[in-house]
């Protein structure tokens, strides 16, 4: 029978790209001209002390300030960050997660003040503590509390802002810390149960509610550059989502049911030699989620093809939204059914990769659920990252530039002075000068109040939202309302994932290196020793893992005791380790401070003689001024043969406590 597959064309998804930086004031400018550009959603970039809840005068937020992302100290800095934008109009996104309650909370402060109606904001608050936990790093308090946070925020937005999705379970960051599909797909789709079950016996939603809570749920995802294993990953992800919805929680509107999603594509093997491909690979992902109808994006952010370089101008987000309109606007995509449907190969291989997500989760459920497995989840996703490595080491993964056709033509778009955007040291000052002020003029007796009622709720188990929105409107800042909650909850530090040796036999460079550990460990009278610090708010942990996970595995006692350390913390490490070699690992682009912090900290305690080496994102310049300050090596992506970063360690101790001590 002659049938039409063709039909007048659907809505495209949001434009999106992840946006902010130095300053309220200076993020709003980038936001409105990104908008006057075509882009049709907002999503906020927060610094580190922001999504950690520090205010910016506390210790670890020395050189973090503004640098990631946009500082939101108080409700002061959220008029300035929305500032000529309706927020009735907006869709906005915030990636936040230990304090996705407050930053909510500050937003709809502001509508209240503006006198907007709450029920018409839309927008998405990340809110995913597990991934946090897993490989992010931006968590504060334990497991329990951060399920009972968000459950809070589940139960409290579908009656009062009914359009915003109050928890967007994140699986993006599950595949830069190595996951494997079926991996992104069953933590992903555990962490949404957790939240599920955890919101079902609060009680605070009533059964005949559940539904609307369910449909509510939204999810944030990677796509790599492994086209046809990621559309269907999409694919398998929209059939295991229904498949839970149906079977365990008994929903049946097929609204509630569907499985709804933003995606920024992955900045995992965006590449620092040869950055132009990054252009390439960037679209080819981007079809991956938007190619197939039955699994297409409702929200699709790119990164810009410089990432892995640093910082992106407003030009490099252009660039990468023109890609987005190009394929919505002048292509027939959004004209056609689902290409896909009745293909052997995609329908196989969803399958495929069902079955597979169906076993990790039913081992999960085993285990206790997503909360009561992260050690063993971290665990596994350390020893994935570990295997892809070593692939694109031993040439098994190609990564063009990278391993293979590495011979090039200088990138006239990758040179010079202004290639990436920096931020002026100075605004970290203005910042702290800003929050002193902001509290020099509130009313400290109603502050005292609110936060007193905001602890108070968080001991009674009372909902956590409408306290916070007091707190908001009271002029309590960022830092003063994560006190309040860490005072209550306490804090957490998660696994690191690596305890566990992996023993490598036969693998040449690796035992030559081991051999070296050996010989130089009996010269010095003692285990060669490596400590590894990540200085600072930096939560990126994944490079870090992998150089202490080798290290170990060549016979180094390496310690490495996770992230969030102060500079003192970090020399203490060294100190009471007898370091022989001290490695600080940083992609915050904080390196210059961080480092010379660092640096100061270890004379202080008598370990100026300890050489340091360091790894990130660093600029060229940055590098020299690294080297100028007395750091032995400096390691960027590009540096991706870590055994050999090992061999580098190695010749520095020797050279520092053997030929030259």
């Given at each position: 029978?002659?049938?039409?597959?063709?039909?007048?064309?659907?809505?495209?998804?949001?434009?999106?790209?992840?946006?902010?930086?130095?300053?309220?004031?200076?993020?709003?400018?980038?936001?409105?001209?990104?908008?006057?550009?075509?882009?049709?959603?907002?999503?906020?970039?927060?610094?580190?002390?922001?999504?950690?809840?520090?205010?910016?005068?506390?210790?670890?937020?020395?050189?973090?300030?503004?640098?990631?992302?946009?500082?939101?100290?108080?409700?002061?800095?959220?008029?300035?960050?929305?500032?000529?934008?309706?927020?009735?109009?907006?869709?906005?996104?915030?990636?936040?997660?230990?304090?996705?309650?407050?930053?909510?909370?500050?937003?709809?402060?502001?509508?209240?003040?503006?006198?907007?109606?709450?029920?018409?904001?839309?927008?998405?608050?990340?809110?995913?503590?597990?991934?946090?936990?897993?490989?992010?790093?931006?968590?504060?308090?334990?497991?329990?509390p951060s399920l009972r946070l968000i459950s809070d925020m589940v139960s409290w937005c579908y009656t009062e802002v009914p359009k915003w999705n109050p928890m967007n379970v994140c699986s993006y960051h599950l595949q830069e810390a190595g996951a494997t599909p079926e991996q992104e797909l069953a933590y992903a789709l555990a962490t949404a149960i957790s939240v599920l079950d955890t919101v079902k016996a609060?009680?605070?939603?009533?059964?005949?509610?559940?539904?609307?809570?369910?449909?509510?749920?939204?999810?944030?995802?990677?796509?790599?550059?492994?086209?046809?294993?990621?559309?269907?990953?999409?694919?398998?992800?929209?059939?295991?989502?229904?498949?839970?919805?149906?079977?365990?929680?008994?929903?049946?509107?097929?609204?509630?049911?569907?499985?709804?999603?933003?995606?920024?594509?992955?900045?995992?093997?965006?590449?620092?030699?040869?950055?132009?491909?990054?252009?390439?690979?960037?679209?080819?992902?981007?079809?991956?989620?938007?190619?197939?109808?039955?699994?297409?994006?409702?929200?699709?952010?790119?990164?810009?093809?410089?990432?892995?370089?640093?910082?992106?101008?407003?030009?490099?987000?252009?660039?990468?939204?023109?890609?987005?309109?190009?394929?919505?606007?002048?292509?027939?995509?959004?004209?056609?059914?689902?290409?896909?449907?009745?293909?052997?190969?995609?329908e196989s291989k969803t399958e495929e990769l069902k079955a597979l997500a169906r076993d990790a989760l039913a081992d999960l459920d085993a285990r206790g659920g997503a909360t009561q497995s992260i050690d063993y989840m971290k665990e596994s996703l350390v020893g994935a990252h570990i295997n892809r490595i070593k692939a694109i080491e031993s040439g098994d993964l190609t990564v063009v530039g990278v391993n293979?056709?590495?011979?090039?033509?200088?990138?006239?778009?990758?040179?010079?002075?202004?290639?990436?955007?920096?931020?002026?040291?100075?605004?970290?000052?203005a910042q702290v000068r800003d929050l002193k002020e902001w509290r020099s003029k509130r009313d400290a007796s109603a502050v005292d109040e609110a936060l007193a009622a905001l602890k108070q709720a968080a001991q009674d188990g009372t909902n956590i939202m409408e306290p916070s929105i007091a707190c908001a409107k009271a002029g309590v800042t960022t830092g003063e309302w994560g006190t309040a909650m860490r005072?209550?909850?306490?804090?957490?530090?998660?696994?690191?994932?690596?305890?566990?040796?992996?023993?490598?036999?036969?693998?040449?460079?690796?035992?030559?290196?081991?051999?070296?550990?050996?010989?130089?460990?009996?010269?010095?009278?003692?285990?060669?020793?490596?400590?590894?610090?990540?200085?600072?708010?930096?939560?990126?942990?994944?490079?870090?893992?992998?150089?202490?996970?080798?290290?170990?595995?060549?016979?180094?006692?390496?310690?490495?005791?996770?992230?969030?350390?102060?500079?003192?913390?970090?020399?203490?490490?060294?100190?009471?380790?007898?370091?022989?070699?001290?490695?600080?690992?940083?992609?915050?682009?904080?390196?210059?401070?961080?480092?010379?912090?660092?640096?100061?900290?270890?004379?202080?305690?008598?370990?100026?003689?300890?050489?340091?080496?360091?790894?990130?994102?660093?600029?060229?310049?940055?590098?020299?001024?690294?080297?100028?300050?007395?750091?032995?090596?400096?390691?960027?992506?590009?540096?991706?043969?870590?055994?050999?970063?090992?061999?580098?360690?190695?010749?520095?101790?020797?050279?520092?406590?053997?030929?030259?001590?």
């Amino acid at each position: 029978m002659d049938k039409t597959y063709q039909h007048a064309p659907d809505r495209p998804w949001i434009f999106r790209t992840y946006a902010g930086h130095s300053t309220a004031t200076k993020s709003n400018e980038l936001y409105r001209g990104n908008l006057a550009k075509g882009q049709t959603g907002l999503s906020i970039a927060f610094d580190l002390p922001t999504q950690t809840a520090y205010d910016a005068d506390h210790i670890l937020s020395k050189g973090e300030v503004g640098k990631v992302g946009v500082p939101v100290k108080h409700l002061g800095d959220m008029r300035l960050l929305f500032d000529q934008l309706p927020l009735e109009e907006m869709n906005t996104s915030m990636t936040i997660n230990a304090p996705a309650a407050w930053m909510l909370a500050l937003y709809v402060a502001l509508a209240d003040e503006r006198g907007d109606d709450r029920t018409k904001l839309r927008g998405t608050t990340q809110n995913d503590i597990v991934k946090e936990y897993l490989s992010r790093g931006t968590y504060v308090f334990p497991p329990e509390p951060s399920l009972r946070l968000i459950s809070d925020m589940v139960s409290w937005c579908y009656t009062e802002v009914p359009k915003w999705n109050p928890m967007n379970v994140c699986s993006y960051h599950l595949q830069e810390a190595g996951a494997t599909p079926e991996q992104e797909l069953a933590y992903a789709l555990a962490t949404a149960i957790s939240v599920l079950d955890t919101v079902k016996a609060g009680g605070q939603v009533p059964e005949s509610d559940f539904e609307t809570v369910f449909g509510r749920i939204s999810f944030f995802v990677n796509a790599g550059v492994r086209f046809v294993t990621e559309l269907c990953k999409m694919r398998a992800f929209v059939e295991l989502w229904e498949e839970i919805g149906r079977e365990r929680y008994g929903v049946t509107s097929p609204k509630a049911l569907l499985f709804r999603y933003g995606v920024q594509v992955n900045s995992l093997g965006l590449t620092e030699p040869q950055p132009e491909n990054n252009v390439y690979r960037i679209l080819i992902e981007a079809m991956a989620v938007t190619l197939s109808k039955k699994a297409r994006c409702r929200a699709l952010q790119l990164p810009a093809w410089n990432e892995a370089l640093g910082l992106p101008r407003p030009w490099d987000q252009q660039w990468s939204l023109r890609l987005q309109q190009i394929l919505a606007y002048e292509t027939d995509l959004l004209e056609y059914e689902d290409i896909f449907d009745g293909s052997h190969v995609i329908e196989s291989k969803t399958e495929e990769l069902k079955a597979l997500a169906r076993d990790a989760l039913a081992d999960l459920d085993a285990r206790g659920g997503a909360t009561q497995s992260i050690d063993y989840m971290k665990e596994s996703l350390v020893g994935a990252h570990i295997n892809r490595i070593k692939a694109i080491e031993s040439g098994d993964l190609t990564v063009v530039g990278v391993n293979r056709y590495t011979e090039t033509e200088t990138s006239p778009l990758a040179g010079g002075d202004g290639s990436i955007q920096t931020v002026d040291p100075a605004e970290e000052s203005a910042q702290v000068r800003d929050l002193k002020e902001w509290r020099s003029k509130r009313d400290a007796s109603a502050v005292d109040e609110a936060l007193a009622a905001l602890k108070q709720a968080a001991q009674d188990g009372t909902n956590i939202m409408e306290p916070s929105i007091a707190c908001a409107k009271a002029g309590v800042t960022t830092g003063e309302w994560g006190t309040a909650m860490r005072e209550i909850f306490g804090e957490f530090r998660a696994p690191t994932g690596v305890a566990m040796v992996i023993k490598t036999e036969g693998e040449e460079d690796a035992v030559a290196v081991r051999k070296e550990v050996e010989r130089v460990s009996e010269a010095l009278g003692r285990q060669l020793t490596y400590v590894l610090g990540k200085p600072g708010l930096d939560g990126h942990s994944n490079g870090a893992e992998q150089i202490a996970a080798r290290g170990r595995e060549v016979g180094m006692n390496v310690v490495y005791e996770g992230i969030r350390f102060t500079p003192s913390e970090i020399a203490a490490q060294a100190k009471e380790n007898n370091a022989h070699v001290v490695g600080l690992s940083i992609l915050s682009g904080s390196h210059l401070d961080l480092v010379r912090e660092t640096i100061a900290e270890l004379r202080a305690v008598g370990l100026g003689d300890v050489p340091v080496v360091v790894g990130g994102i660093i600029p060229l310049e940055d590098s020299r001024a690294l080297r100028q300050m007395g750091i032995a090596r400096v390691y960027t992506p590009k540096d991706f043969k870590i055994t050999e970063i090992m061999g580098d360690v190695v010749g520095i101790v020797e050279k520092a406590w053997l030929v030259e001590g």
